[in-house]
């Protein structure tokens, strides 16, 4: 049986009352934690109502004030110490009071979110504060045509550099969202270059970049990296923040996170997908960091996998976004792909999107290469999705798992043999810790197969046909 200690510390490092940063040693007696893909990361917090020395947290606390959380899990085999968040932001705190027969309880919660919660709030509207009152059209003059146009993931660098970063009014310490967030931002390449009308754009910032993301085909979302940190994906755009995380001091042991910081990433989709020729392409997939969970961190409570129906796609459409195509028009240029098998066990269940990475400007023969290329792509990421199960998995405290990351575990602890190892891909993450009672990890997983699965490239291409347009005479079957 392996044995574990976790511990977690908390540092408070902007406040509005000077008198926090004389508030001593932080009774911690639990956190809670969640992070989701593309959502804002939350993190709650319950400490003993008076700190150490006395003072009490209902006189030093305000919303608005930041902290940090890192945390450790020390076993036989060494130890795993990681950042859970930077920069948690305070926005609501409530004091208690329990009395009770010989029971006595003066607690304070404390609820915060990540930096992606400025980008969500922060907004670009045509008259606003921006240190001036000339709100959005401040942003019109900031980007120029040429930063609007070309490759995605370079019009969304140029958006947070010169307006998001920029123009966002939150501030710490003198430095704000630029100084505090990296980015990685690698987008698919379009057929020409692509203007977005982001100067004139309104709305949250978040909302801004997402609206322009084209997720059918990407992820955007916020992850905690290191500097050249880039998880198996190479080129882009990058940015990397230059205030620097200092040591955490907690009430235990001194302690310090891992260096990182949060980053904005924008990837295409990682999952296995085909090439223009139908030929399965693992690469991507395969870079993803994998956490291994099936020896010494085995499941430590409940957790369950399924499947569904109603997530079978079986025919595949991918067309150039302008006024003037439409689906029908696209089917008749052979761009649609198939899974005939699955049609007929499956009753026909389509995904079809515009895409404005393709535009009908150039060489046409280019504009229908990259519309039939992006088609396969997605067919082979949503192919056989039915055989696909999901579900969730606890585990000891396991800090380094961030949603993005894949694992490879046991659905079933008692099975030991080859055949009951798994991969799955996260899409969430919480962690649970209790003063005194441990600390857990849970992970929500989708994607998940068996490892021989993911091992065999073939099978993720297995039934697709490029759809040959045929226009017969319309009849009923029976005539």
């Known amino acids: 049986m392996t044995l574990y200690h976790t511990h977690l510390w908390v540092q408070f490092t902007d406040a509005a009352n000077p008198d926090l940063a004389k508030a001593g040693e932080i009774e911690l007696l639990s956190i809670s934690d969640s ?112 930063d609007t146009s070309g490759r995605l993931d370079k019009v969304l660098a140029n958006y947070l550099n010169r307006v998001a970063f920029h123009g966002a009014n939150w501030q710490r310490s003198g430095t704000g969202l630029r100084e505090r967030m990296g980015y990685h931002l690698r987008s698919l390449t379009p057929n020409v270059p692509i203007l977005y009308n982001l100067s004139v754009a309104e709305g949250a910032h978040w909302q801004i970049m997402a609206s322009a993301a084209e997720l059918d085909l990407h992820e955007l979302f916020v992850q905690q990296r290191a500097k050249g940190d880039d998880r198996g994906f190479v080129g882009g755009f990058v940015h990397h923040p230059s205030v620097q995380a200092p040591a955490i001091v907690s009430s235990a042991n ?165 055949s009951g190892i798994f991969h799955g891909y996260v899409v969430s993450r919480a962690h649970q810790y209790q003063t005194g009672g441990g600390s857990t990890t849970s992970l929500s997983l989708e994607r998940v197969l068996p490892e021989a699965t993911y091992q065999t490239p073939a099978w993720f291409v297995e039934g697709l046909e490029p759809v040959q347009v045929n226009w017969p005479a319309p009849a009923h079957k029976d005539s």
Do not use: C
Not at 83 to 108: F, K, N, R
Not at 300 to 323: E, I, K, L, Q
Not at 368 to 393: C, F, H, P
């Open 35 to 146: 992070a989701t893909l593309g959502g804002t990361q939350g993190v709650n917090l319950t400490l003993a109502g008076r700190t150490r020395t006395g003072l009490m947290w209902r006189e030093l606390l305000t919303v608005g004030d930041t902290f940090r959380v890192a945390g450790h899990r020390h076993e036989d085999t060494g130890t795993v110490q990681a950042t859970i968040i930077e920069d948690a932001i305070v926005t609501d705190y409530q004091v208690s009071e329990q009395l009770g027969p010989g029971q006595y309880s003066y607690t304070v919660g404390i609820s915060a979110q990540g930096l992606q919660g400025v980008l969500e709030a922060d907004a670009v509207a045509w008259w606003m504060y921006y240190g001036t009152a000339v709100g959005a059209l401040r942003a019109r003059g900031a980007l120029l045509p040429d």
């Open 254 to 418: 001194p302690g310090e996170g891992d260096g990182t910081r949060p980053y904005i990433i924008l990837r295409p989709k990682p999952f296995p997908y085909a090439d223009k020729d139908g030929k399965p392409v693992m690469r991507e997939w395969e870079a993803l960091p994998l956490h291994d969970l099936t020896d010494r961190r085995a499941s430590t409570g409940m957790h369950g996998f399924g499947h569904s129906m109603s997530a079978v796609r079986n025919f595949f459409m991918v067309y150039p976004g302008y006024d003037a195509m439409n689906d029908s028009m696209a089917f008749t240029l052979g761009i649609a792909v198939m899974n005939r098998p699955s049609i007929y066990r499956y009753a026909y269940r389509p995904v079809k999107f515009k895409t404005s990475l393709v535009l009908n400007e150039g060489d046409e023969s280019t504009m229908i290469d990259l519309a039939r290329e992006l088609t396969w792509r997605v067919a082979g990421q949503m192919n056989r999705m039915e055989q696909y199960s999901a579900g969730s998995i606890t585990v000891p405290f396991a800090p380094e798992i961030q949603p993005g990351d894949r694992v490879r575990f046991r659905l079933v602890n008692t099975d030991e043999s080859a």
